[in-house]
């Protein structure tokens, strides 16, 4: 049975950083890859960023390139989303996701399984 928790919102001013964890159990970790996606009230879910367990590949949204970094602690089989220079605009609920495959997506049906999702609120 396949698990993933996140842990690590909260509430930050803007400029500040984040950490987020997603602790995944339940997949044979070399055929997956990682993703983290976030939802704004009214909004869709959107891409963050994604990583593949086997080799550390990654793939980012433009919207947060050199702000996010995505990581994978193979010991701990856990993924880790660092947010830094953080504004208003961030402001979601963040949600850890897994899919079978090499391939980094961005679309979020093509992720199997899901976090329950942590929210980051971000302070003007």
């Known amino acids: 049975q396949v698990q993933l928790v996140e842990s690590g919102g909260g509430l930050v001013q803007a400029g500040g950083s984040l950490r987020l964890s997603c602790a995944a159990s339940g997949l044979t970790f070399s055929r997956y890859a990682m993703g983290w996606f976030r939802q704004a009230p009214g909004k869709e879910r959107e891409f963050v960023a994604a990583?593949?367990?086997?080799?550390?590949?990654?793939y980012y949204a433009d919207s947060v390139k050199d702000r996010f970094t995505i990581s994978r602690d193979n010991a701990k089989n856990t993924v880790a989303l660092q947010m830094n220079s953080l504004n208003a605009e961030d402001t979601a609920v963040y949600y850890c996701a897994a899919r079978q495959g090499r391939p980094l997506r961005s679309y979020a049906n093509e992720y199997a399984y899901w976090g329950q999702g942590t929210q980051v609120t971000v302070s003007s």
């Open positions: 990583i593949r367990w086997s080799d550390a590949s990654i």
